[in-house]
């Protein structure tokens, strides 16, 4: 077996950069002729996380004023993100099929727009707006939102994939990351704060979301022009030779590796448990905002929109201070981890992080305390446990 040889650094002229990529050498290792591209990438992502922001905490609102007979809304929820996770492995292999028929850049343009297109139809369907009350609206839209992160959220990553060589992806993509947890972070809190100042009411947040979506369709356009564009789909394929990888030969290769299988295992747990310290997180908000109603004195209608606002106001609170936290642990510790702990180190902290967390919970089970240690989880798990 060969020994490896070290690759050494690529000089390059450096008079050759742009201001803008000189600004950008502060964060990452910007080439000449690479400005353009990252900048785009970076605000599109920026932008589909705030989207998935506004969206994200409103599905908490709404699953918290629906009902199913026989169920707690824990229950509910929780049998809600279970049928979520059945309802993306046909989503999932039917949108794999579109990849290999349309264009990259044709591809996401028609799925954002699918997406959109679904968010107006939420939007006039919502309880006590347009209409009266459509059954398990609440329960649908929850399943949406999970749909949604495939088409456009996931499909951003496999475009940044495709569209960066190796090399290039491991210069800049960390950057274009740290664009998805700002705009994560953006998203949240402006909706927290419009929601809770009444500026915006949370039957109007979907239109909201419409905007930077339909920027990010402008933004994936130039990107992929800028970089030649790709006019016919591509067909990936296993590394060292032409077979198209289907999800037989990636289980084959997960359960015939014992490394991989016991990542999976473990990942299963860890999300396993951060599920259910998310379910509390609900059950206690819910608590709370029942002692609300009832010091309040508020009845009928009334009830259902403080519990959906209250909901999707803490919620949107909530995601900002996960998403702030993880910028900074992206930013600061992930690399620092890695060099001086390595993978083991990384790949650890987020089990140890979450015993000790709900550990705490289970002995002091106040919101407060709930809020606090579901956020370490979760910033941890988006931060370093991502890396």
């Known amino acids: 077996m060969s020994a490896t040889v070290p690759i050494a650094p690529i ?169 998805a947890t700002a705009g994560a972070a953006v998203g949240s809190l402006l909706l927290e704060k419009l929601v809770s100042s009444g500026a915006v009411p949370t039957h109007h947040v979907l239109l909201m979301a419409l905007v930077p979506l339909a920027a990010s369709i402008w933004l994936t356009r130039r990107a992929d022009v800028t970089e030649g564009g790709v006019a016919e789909p591509r067909h990936h394929v296993i590394a060292g030779g032409s077979a198209a990888v289907d999800r037989r030969g990636a289980l084959r290769l997960v359960f015939g590796t014992r490394y991989l299988l016991v990542i999976g295992l473990i990942m299963l747990i860890t999300n396993w448990a951060k599920t259910n310290g998310e379910n509390q997180l609900f059950q206690v908000v819910q608590e709370t905002l029942q002692g609300q109603v009832q010091a309040q004195g508020l009845t009928g209608d009334a009830v259902k929109t403080f519990v959906k606002e209250g909901t999707t106001a803490f919620f949107g609170g909530f995601y900002f201070w996960v998403n702030a936290i993880a910028l900074a642990l992206q930013a600061i510790v992930a690399s620092r981890i890695l060099k001086y702990g390595g993978f083991s180190a990384l790949f650890l902290l987020l089990p140890v992080i979450a015993l000790l967390s709900y550990s705490l919970m289970v002995i002091l089970p106040l919101l407060a305390v709930v809020r606090t240690t579901q956020a370490a989880v979760n910033a941890t798990d988006y931060s370093i446990n991502n890396t």
């Open 11 to 179: 000089e390059f002229d450096r008079s050759r950069l742009s201001r803008v990529e000189r600004a950008l050498r502060l964060f990452t290792d910007v080439r000449p002729g690479e400005g353009r591209t990252a900048l785009l990438m970076f605000a599109n992502v920026f932008l589909i996380l705030c989207a998935y922001y506004f969206i994200k905490p409103l599905r908490e609102g709404w699953i918290a004023v629906s009902g199913v007979a026989g169920l707690s809304k824990l229950e509910l929820r929780a049998y809600t993100a279970f049928g979520q996770s059945l309802l993306l492995i046909p989503v999932v292999a039917g949108y794999g099929r579109l990849v290999g028929r349309w264009p990259r850049a044709v591809l996401i343009e028609r799925a954002t727009l699918f997406c959109m297109a679904n968010m107006l139809v939420f939007w006039a369907l919502q309880p006590k707006f347009l209409v009266s009350q459509v059954p398990y609206i609440g329960i649908a839209f929850y399943l949406w939102v999970g749909m949604f992160a495939v088409f456009v959220v996931a499909q951003f990553w496999a475009f940044a994939a495709d569209l960066y060589s190796e090399e290039r992806g491991n210069r800049l993509l960390p950057m274009v990351a740290i664009g």
